[in-house]
């Protein structure tokens, strides 16, 4: 109840405006089709009420609904009963009535559908009923120029306003949707990319390395004995080392540099453009800063980095082959005493530095 509460309200609030400037037109169009005919002042009084009051009855009786959603269709079908109405009150003149029902229709399929389209026709249907039984069945053929003209502030500025409030709506979900994208891409803890998101960045980099015939490098990177430092100080202090480290990565990092967290305590960088030998120097200069680190709540907890690098293989048939050779280099690295950076280079991996242990 409380999403479609929430819905119904941001629905009601939509449909305000748009009801507030449709029923004023709509009052100028239907009042020069019937003020001619001499109608009785009952008539007069319930047409000003339906144009220029009921919006804001109607706005009130959503917002105080329970069912705020059910209540603005229930409005909804009023709209159109009373547009049915009023055809009949006018004695079918061609254009006002067209006008009429063809901007209820443009309402109701706005908002539902084609299944609130026939709804809405039947509104109109048993309003047209009624307005027959009350008013003599009379047919006029023609519209004059004044009515004529009186119609075209409905037909031009409603249309309008309901494509602004479309186009506005449409706008507001394709942010939503772009931001639940994001999210869905985005590590919680550290705000990198993800795994999955890191890896389509990672085909994306490869396929341009193949068309451009460009080089770069992908760097994977490992916390050393990281399940050491959740067991001896706790998960706290292990999200800790994960956060310094994913902001030392945006520190570091070029724009156009991309990081993720790949999984646990391994992280990932794609250096587009980057020759292996830079990039070993980039993230030696990363290790070396990482090691230096020190923590207020665990002054004795140091942390090292095992980095493994691989270039861009023109030989390579899918990315997770450069992945692969990355994998091969910090398998090295790790092996070999951690904390160090080793880079996969031309089927061998290679060892640039290395720091104390």
Known sequence: MHHNGGKGLSLARRLYTSRILGLALGLICVGAAIIPLNPPRWLLALMV????????????????????????????LIDSFMGGFWVAAMQFNPLPSTATLSMMAMNNVAIGGSRFLLAGFVAQLLGMGIGLLIFFPVFIPQTSPVQMYACLPLLTLHPLALGWICFRQAHTLGKHKRELLALSRTDSLTGLLNHGGWKDALDIEFHRCQRQQGGGAIALIDIDHFKTINDTYGHVAGDSVLRQLSKMLKQSLRASDVAGRYGGDEFCVILPDVPLAHAAQAMDALRDRFSGLGYEQNPALKVSLSIGLAAFNPMHSEAIHWLND???????????????????????VQRVAMGAV
């Open 49 to 76: 009420f339906n144009g220029l009051i009921w919006p804001h009855l109607a706005y009130q009786w959503a917002r105080r609904s329970h069912t705020p959603y059910h209540a603005e269709h229930r409005n909804l």
């Open 326 to 348: 990355a994998d091969e280099a910090l398998y090295a690295a790790k092996t070999t005493g951690r904390n160090r950076v080793i880079c996969h280079a031309d089927g061998l």
